[in-house]
């Protein structure tokens, strides 16, 4: 017998046809299943999928290693299909929703896999993820992916178990926005501060060097940190201004920092003598010490490293998070609904026609 459907109407039958449904959600899954093998396998290339959004994230992975991430454009294709088909089911049901009203439960589950989806998308294409950036008490950063932001962190404080495994991590945050403090709140494990979309994140920690303990003459052993002050026997003042791990001096007399590991050393110092005279200058501690510190008999000498902690803090931006929390919402109750009406539809011999 001959098909007198229009075109448009084959197609929105197709739409709404639940054989679609279960061809590309069971395709989806299996990509799912199989992917989720690859990626236990190969931890350097999905290593840092969490670290950014997945189309950031999905180009450098594909320049590296496109035979082992070809399986997510397939599965996003299967997810897009299913999402079209959810939306014309749903559809359909409005036009006819005097009839079908016993349906709710079900097709409140549809809203809310629509709106997972349309929030995950949407927190992907307009949302960033950013860190973890290293901190330390007292310092300031610039966000880069919201310049017109500032993260300040005013107090860092890590507790550990008795073993050394961190316990808990008490960051006391600051977020300005044009130089005007916006938000200042205590961030831990899984209590973020939320502001305007940005969530920061308390990820770990980490060590860096925070001075040295040394020897002056005259005087002792003392810890030398970026902002201390030792008073000296013959009445002058030794300062500490910055402190480099690892840096070199340039034919014009500039300090370059190299990196936060130990290296070569270097020591930003002001001495204060007591005819009201100074001298500034840098102390890279592995050469000869400079002759103004050595003339006053203020050249430490460095004993040990100092290991301090900074925080670890991650900064996502997600604007489709509501739409996503909707969407849980619609999902649990679609789920309840459903459940209650399900031996009354049964009763009635409601079934779907596939």
């Known amino acids: 017998m001959a098909d007198d459907r229009t075109l448009l109407q084959r197609l929105w039958n197709l739409g709404c046809s639940l054989k679609l449904a279960i061809y590309v959600a069971s395709l989806a899954t299996l990509l799912i299943m199989g992917g989720s093998l690859v990626m236990h396998a190969h931890p350097e290339i ?14 450098g992975a594909w320049a590296l290693a496109p035979q082992l991430v070809w399986w997510l454009p397939l599965t996003a294709l299967c997810l897009m299909i299913f999402g079209l088909n959810t939306l014309c089911c749903l559809v359909d049901w409005l036009t006819h929703l005097k009839a079908r009203w ?24 307009a949302g960033f993820r ?85 020897f002056l003459p005259g005087t002792g052993m003392v810890d030398l940190t970026p902002g201390s002050r030792v008073a000296l026997s013959d009445g002058s003042t030794l300062g500490v201004l910055s402190l480099l791990a690892d840096a070199r001096q340039t034919g ?12 070569n050393p270097a020591m930003q110092l002001l001495l204060l003598r007591p005819d009201g005279s100074s001298w500034q200058g840098w102390y890279f501690l592995r050469e000869a010490p400079p002759l103004p510190l050595v003339a006053a008999g203020a050249a430490p000498q460095q004993l040990r490293p100092l290991a301090g902690y900074v925080s670890l803090l991650t900064v996502n931006r997600d604007p489709g998070a509501g739409l996503a929390l909707a969407g849980g919402g619609c999902l649990s109750v679609g789920v309840l609904f459903a459940m209650f009406s399900f031996y009354r539809k049964r009763a009635r011999g409601d079934r779907p026609q596939v």
């Open 46 to 59: 999905f290593g840092g999928m969490d670290a950014a959004t997945i189309g950031q994230w999905f180009v």
């Open 102 to 125: 016993r349906k709710t439960g079900e097709y409140l589950i549809h809203t809310g896999f629509l709106l997972l989806l349309v929030g995950y998308l949407w927190g992907n294409l």
């Open 130 to 214: 950013s860190g973890p950036h290293r901190l330390a008490a007292g310092e300031t950063l610039s966000l880069p992916a919201a310049p017109e932001y500032l993260l300040r962190l005013e107090r860092f404080e890590p507790s550990f178990s008795a073993e050394g495994r961190p316990l808990d991590m008490v960051n006391e945050v600051i977020l300005l926005h044009a130089g005007q403090e916006v938000a200042h709140g205590t961030v831990r494990f899984n209590h973020p501060l939320l502001h305007d979309g940005l969530v920061i994140l308390a990820t770990s920690l980490d060590q860096r060097l925070a001075g040295f303990r040394c």
């Open 252 to 263: 014009d007399g500039r300090v370059l920092p190299l990196g936060e590991r130990l290296g």
